[in-house]
């Protein structure tokens, strides 16, 4: 059991608040409650939280303008809940930055495995470093990509502003550059094989994505294949 992964849970309605944060205690994490966003704040400054579940249905400030006010820098992973759970509620919080997103009622080993899978995501990015030590960043096309930092860089040495889930699915791609993926075969690398599956989310995600590497005068780096999937035209080092 770990003792040491702190959890913040965030739900206006005490039943579910309450009961969350008893199973999520009976499984080996430190976990904390908040009713409403300002609460919420006030636990983070006082404490270090691994992860945040929080709720999308609050009065006053609800989930996802507390998600939108969070610096995806230094902010923890983020579980939405929601009880709307309409597939275009659950694409744009986790276009804002979240690491999942569950409709509500959720079962609570659904949202357990859930929260293990986000906190092993965030795990394992750190340990992408070289055999040096240094960092380990990925090189295309002019543009360079830190998968530790988390930071991509233009060829005019801008760093470019990447949600959480545009940075997971550009990581996916490069790591498999010249490989055509399918959209199930990207949402499970980006989003992790207990993500359930809605095809749009990727296909918003592609869009901005490939705003956000276009330049004038170049091919799109993103190339979509029709009836399969996408494909990272660039060559790519390490």
């Not at 579910?16 to 944060?21: K, Q």
């Not at 409403?36 to 996802?64: H, I, K, Q």
């Not at 090189?139 to 959480?164: H, K, M, N, Q, Y």
């Not at 359930?196 to 294949?225: N, P, W, Y």
Request: charged fraction near 30%.
């Amino acid at each position: 059991m770990d003792l040491t992964t702190r959890i913040l849970v965030v739900d206006d309605d005490p039943g579910i608040r309450d009961l969350t944060a008893a199973f999520l205690g009976q499984h080996g994490y430190l976990v904390d409650t908040a009713a409403d966003a300002p609460t919420m704040r006030a636990a983070m400054r006082a404490n270090t939280y691994a992860l945040v579940v929080l709720d999308v249905m609050m009065p006053g400030e609800d989930g996802l303008s507390v998600l939108r006010s969070l610096d995806r820098a230094t902010a923890p992973a983020v579980v939405m809940l929601s009880a709307i759970g309409t597939d275009i509620d659950r694409i744009v919080g986790l276009e804002m930055g979240a690491d999942d997103y569950i409709p509500k009622p959720a079962n609570p080993r659904e949202l357990l495995a859930r929260i293990r899978a986000v906190l092993r995501r965030r795990q394992e990015a750190p340990m992408a470093t070289s055999a040096t030590g240094g960092r380990a960043w990925w090189r295309f096309a002019g543009w360079r990509l830190d998968p530790v930092g988390r930071e991509l860089i233009d060829p005019d040495d801008t760093v470019i502003d990447l949600s959480d889930g545009e940075f997971r699915l550009l990581l996916a791609l490069v790591e498999r550059p010249r490989r055509v993926l399918s959209r199930d075969q990207l949402l499970d690398l980006s989003r992790g094989t207990q993500a359930e599956h809605f095809d749009r989310a990727i296909d918003v995600q592609v869009s901005r994505l490939r705003r956000k590497l276009a330049r004038e005068g170049c091919e799109d780096l993103i190339r979509t294949v029709r009836n399969e999937g996408y494909l990272f035209v660039a060559d790519v080092a390490r």
